[in-house]
């Protein structure tokens, strides 16, 4: 059953986007969703409820911001384009437990802000259909932020999400998944078809849900090395660890026993590849080379 209040039913978005005259940028990642059941379905998924505070990032005109608002103690919600500033007051002008912060998401203190905005202690959720032309900047920058968020609900493009979701050994496997993966565990949700957003995307969207591990997925002595190391592991797609890891550490005798003796320290056969390794061995690796440097 529709809900004729809805920002995202198809009908309600085109008279808010003519009402004030919005055009869409396409360089700011502007697809708008207008299906309710959609939006519905992303906050069950998030578990939003008065006990949650929840950030949003980029709330366009207010279609999943109203969902949140319905259900959640309070949303905080960064938009970049100052054209929609004045069509979310309007939009969402019923629900006081809102705040829009006109600002780049990712120039955002995050600890700072959430003080500022949110009066009460509570779990903090991110909730969002991101622009996809920043999805791993925006991930990365919530994962390094000091701020501890519980849990994320994001819609990003299917292929983005296949790689965050992914499991040792498949193709989709990479340094992204291990950066995400070593903070929270990730979960793909649901697929979302194009034909719910105006304009239509050109690629499948995904819903991932990715939820904070009480600690890091593997102890590391330095967390600078791992992540260094989980990049070089990547470069060369096809090529053995070994190859990778002389390409990115240097090919004179001096590193290449260290690299040796690290490896078998780590009891990790130089000829696989490296994304046959999982994060725990990346973890033993990075630690054994932190130990032999
Ligand atoms: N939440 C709305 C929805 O689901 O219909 C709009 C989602 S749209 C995919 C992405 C939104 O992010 C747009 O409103 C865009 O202006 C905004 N945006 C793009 N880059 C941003 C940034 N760096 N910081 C904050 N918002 C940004």
Redesign the pocket.
């Known amino acids: 059953m529709k809900d004729n209040r809805d920002i ?1 039913t198809p009908s309600k978005t085109k008279e808010i986007l003519q009402k004030h005259g919005f055009t869409f ?1 396409k360089s ?6 207008t299906e309710p059941n959609i939006l519905r379905k992303i906050v069950e998924t998030g578990g939003i409820d008065d006990q949650t505070n929840v950030i ?6 207010g ?3 109203e969902h949140l608002a319905r259900k959640a103690h309070q949303v905080l919600a ?4 100052d054209r ?1 500033i004045p069509v979310l007051a309007d939009t969402l002008r019923d629900y006081p437990n809102v705040t829009v912060r006109h ?4 120039q955002a203190n995050l600890p700072q802000v959430t003080q500022e905005v949110f009066t009460e202690d509570l779990p903090i959720k991110v909730v ?5 032309y ?1 999805t791993t900047p925006i991930m990365m920058h919530f994962l390094e932020s000091e701020l501890a968020v519980a849990e994320m609900v994001v819609m990003m493009q299917k292929e983005v999400a296949d790689r965050i979701s992914a499991a040792p050994g498949t193709k989709a496997y990479g340094s992204l998944t291990i950066a995400v993966q070593y903070y929270m565990e990730a979960k793909l949700a649901f697929i979302v078809p194009k034909t719910v957003f105006v304009p239509q995307p050109n690629v499948d969207s995904a819903i991932l849900k990715l939820t904070r591990r009480p600690q890091p997925a593997v102890t590391v002595t330095n967390e600078k090395a791992f992540f260094k190391l989980t990049k070089a592991a990547f470069q060369l797609r096809r090529k053995t660890l070994w190859n990778n890891l002389i390409h990115s550490y240097g090919k004179d005798e001096a590193t290449k026993t260290w690299l040796t003796n690290s490896l078998e320290q780590a009891a990790i056969d130089p000829k696989r590849r490296g994304e046959t390794l999982s994060l725990e061995e990346f973890g033993r690796l990075s630690n054994a080379m932190e130990a032999l440097k």
């Not at 700011?28 to 969703?33: A, D, I, P, V």
């Not at 960064?78 to 384009?81: L, M, T």
């Not at 969002?128 to 996809?132: D, Q, S, V």
């Open positions: 995202a940028k700011l990642g502007q697809n708008f969703l949003e990032v980029g709330p366009g005109i279609a999943l911001t960064f938009e970049i384009d929609l600002q780049d998401v990712l969002a259909n991101l622009p996809y920043i």
